[in-house]
């Protein structure tokens, strides 16, 4: 298993921008897919974007063109740039990493956005 902790998170007004960081214990190379999901208060936890080695990225619907997601796999470290943030956004934001007998989770990190 690889240990992910993230960061970044907070309170910010709606249009503004945040950018998470989630940092791999170990090196990334092996790590076939890392993704940020996000789980609001009553909600079951959801996709917000992930990232294969190569550097193929994939959306929820609801982020496409406000949120982007890339990794420095020198780092260890992947990334989630959230900007024209909106109410609807906050929730606790967590890391995965998934790979060959691999699925991480970090400890998650909250994103609220007031209107």
């Known amino acids: 298993q690889v240990q992910l902790v993230e960061s970044g998170g907070g309170l910010v007004q709606a249009g503004g921008s945040l950018r998470l960081s989630c940092a791999a214990s170990r090196s990334a190379f092996s790590i076939a897919i890392m993704g940020w999901y996000r789980q609001a208060p009553g909600k079951q936890r959801e996709l917000v974007a992930t990232i294969t080695s190569g550097g193929s990225t994939n959306y929820a619907d609801s982020v496409k063109g406000r949120f982007t997601i890339s990794r420095d796999n020198a780092k260890n470290t992947v990334y989630l740039q959230m900007n024209s943030l909106k109410p609807e956004d906050t929730a606790v934001y967590y890391c995965?990493?998934?790979?060959?007998?691999?699925?991480?989770w970090g400890q998650g990190t909250q994103v609220t956005v007031s209107s």
């Open positions: 995965n990493a998934l790979g060959n007998l691999l699925d991480s």
